[in-house]
């Protein structure tokens, strides 16, 4: 059974940081490319940062670029998204997604952790 399960979210205050984490288990981490989603209220659902495989194929959504870094640990089976500089528009629920494609296809999320930014 596969699950992502993620944590560190909370609320803080504009300007601060926070630090999430999500772990993988029931799939082989290392052959999956993993994603940090958010969904504010009343809005879609959109990509904030991609890491592939390689630990270093990174990629952002244009508003967090600079403030969010995302970095994987292959042997802990987790991918994190340091989040510096936060705005009250980066409060969202954020969500963890593995992607996996050929041997390993499949598609993951997990359930969420709610991040507020406010004073």
């Known amino acids: 059974q596969v699950q992502l399960v993620e944590s560190g979210g909370g609320l803080v205050q504009p300007g601060g940081s926070l630090r999430l984490s999500c772990v993988a288990s029931g799939i082989r981490f290392s052959e999956y490319v993993m994603t940090w989603f958010r969904q504010a209220p009343g809005k879609e659902r959109e990509l904030v940062a991609h890491?592939?495989?390689?630990?270093?194929?990174?990629s952002y959504e244009h508003s967090v670029n600079g403030r969010f870094t995302i970095s994987r640990d292959n042997a802990k089976n987790t991918v994190y998204l340091q989040m510096n500089s936060l705005k009250p528009d980066d409060t969202a629920v954020y969500y963890c997604n593995a992607m996996g494609t050929g041997l390993y296809a499949g598609n993951y999320w997990g359930q969420g952790t709610q991040v507020t930014v406010s004073s």
């Open positions: 890491i592939g495989t390689a630990e270093d194929a990174t």
